[in-house]
């Protein structure tokens, strides 16, 4: 039983290494030709991390945004450095960077924005990891 715990514990750590989008929230409303701002946040690590890159990029999902495999290729909007910070004056905000992004004009309709994060980790040796996550808004 100790061994199963201590690889469960492991498995919840691994997890836990993984990039989050803080903003923009699902459901939240953004202009079509607008600037949003997207956070990232990374969990912290336990072990050695290097960051390597996120894209960032934007499709509008029309009535499949529960079906990601339907999707458009997005646009992108950003495609570069990450660097999460901390920042003593937003504690709560953990290690995380903020990015503008400016919206191509966009129709009206959900949108799904969309991010893939490249780094590595590891003990001895640094792995390279990939994560992604999503979230929809709308745009009016
Ligand atoms: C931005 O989008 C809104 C809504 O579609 C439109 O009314 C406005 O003219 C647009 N502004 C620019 C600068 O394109
Ligand atoms: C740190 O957080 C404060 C409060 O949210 C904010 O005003 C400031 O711009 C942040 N600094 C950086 C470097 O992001």
Not at 12 to 38: D, E, F, K, Y
Not at 51 to 69: K, R
Request: with cysteine.
């Amino acid at each position: 039983m100790k061994s199963f715990f201590l690889l469960t514990s492991l498995a919840a750590c691994a997890l836990a290494q993984r990039m989050h989008i803080q903003a923009p929230t699902p459901g939240q409303t953004v202009s079509g030709n607008g600037t949003v701002t997207v956070e990232l946040e990374q969990d912290p690590s336990l072990g050695p991390m290097r960051q390597t890159s996120v894209l960032i990029a934007i499709a509008s999902c029309y009535d499949v945004c529960d079906q990601p495999d339907q999707w458009s290729p997005g646009t992108i909007v950003y495609n570069g450095g990450f660097d999460p910070e901390w920042n003593t004056s937003a504690p709560e905000k953990g290690h995380y960077q903020d990015f503008q992004v400016q919206l191509p004009g966009l129709q009206p309709g959900p949108i799904v924005f969309q991010v893939a994060h490249q780094y590595q980790v590891g003990g001895a040796e640094l792995q390279p990891v990939f994560d992604y996550a999503t979230v929809l808004v709308n745009v009016v």
